[in-house]
């Protein structure tokens, strides 16, 4: 059996690498970004290049957008030269965005019209696991078309998790994204914490990170940060919009999210810092403003 050909549609941070590994596993790619640079650079590689998401959709068995939020997500499937002109039956359209889950469910809706089954599967683990093909994908859809798209989905992660119907993926995403944004605050604040009331907490945190505190946050960012580097990563910019979803859908529901709130606002006052394309752990410059103390001096040594 011949490999399903593929198109991948946004290649950015995130979608360039998890792009390149799918053309690594052997599945024939078509390619289309607003800017031509990374296209250009998969086409040397072995991709082709569409210049529409029409004509990507036109020459593929299954094609994945990976865009920056809901508008871009609706705009490039169901707008002018979208997806949705270029559908023909038996097409899968993935999505490997993190946008709102009634979108996801209203796209679903609008594909299915043209005979294509549409997956909603964000993806969790940066820009390390995109290029390393070890994110986490959660997947909302028909169960038929996570089957089919199973393979290429490997090829981009290590861990891929069907939790339900349309809107699901999503809803996974944002439940996580409550979690990240938990974890990168309260390092932030045990950092500064530590810090201020006078321990090391490079130590702190070596101290801590054997015991119930441990998570992925606290292995991964502290080195980083103790290094002066608080470039993405998972820009602040983009954790302030997934938050976004987040409040929105619990605001849908009626479900109340004290922390979350929170958090967000944190996120919010870092774009207004103009810290927008930092890495979402540089959250802890916010906390440096408040309390009046940095992690490191001005020259990026600690004090």
């Not at 296209?39 to 590689?45: G, I, P």
């Not at 199973?150 to 119907?165: F, S, Y």
């Not at 752990?281 to 906390?287: M, R, Y």
């Amino acid at each position: 059996m011949s490999q399903p050909r593929v198109g991948y549609i946004g290649l950015g941070l995130m979608g360039k690498p998890m792009a390149r590994n799918i053309l690594k596993a052997g599945f024939p790619l078509v390619v289309h970004n607003r800017s031509r640079g990374a296209v250009e650079e998969l086409v040397a590689e072995g991709a082709r290049a569409a210049f529409s998401p029409r004509e990507v959709a036109e020459q593929v068995d299954v094609v994945f957008t990976n865009l920056p939020d809901t508008p871009d997500v609706e705009l490039v499937v169901l707008g002018k030269q979208g997806i949705i002109e270029g559908a023909h039956p038996g097409l899968i359209y993935v999505d490997n965005s993190t946008i709102k889950p009634a979108t996801a469910r209203m796209i679903a809706e609008r594909l299915a019209e043209k005979g294509v089954m549409a997956l909603d599967a964000p993806v969790s683990g940066g820009d390390i696991g995109a290029r390393q093909g070890t994110l986490a994908i959660m997947v909302g859809g028909p169960a038929e078309a996570v089957e089919k798209v199973r393979p290429i989905l490997e090829a981009m992660g290590k861990t891929i998790t069907h939790v339900g119907e349309a809107g699901a993926g999503q809803i996974a995403k944002a439940a996580n994204q409550i979690m990240v944004a938990a974890q990168m605050v309260a390092m932030g604040e045990l950092l500064i914490f530590a810090k201020k009331a006078g321990a090391d907490p490079k130590k702190v945190v070596e101290a801590i990170k054997g015991g119930a505190a441990q998570c992925w946050t606290l292995d991964v960012k502290p080195p980083r940060l103790f290094a002066g580097n608080r470039t993405p990563g998972f820009k602040a910019y983009m954790q302030a919009k997934d938050l976004d979803i987040v409040m929105d859908t619990a605001r849908q529901y009626g479900i109340p999210l004290p922390s979350a709130a929170v958090h967000a606002q944190l996120y919010h006052a870092m774009l207004e810092m103009g810290m927008r394309e930092l890495d979402n752990s540089a959250v802890i410059g916010v906390i440096e403003h408040l309390a009046n103390t940095k992690l490191l001096d001005d020259d990026g040594r600690e004090t």
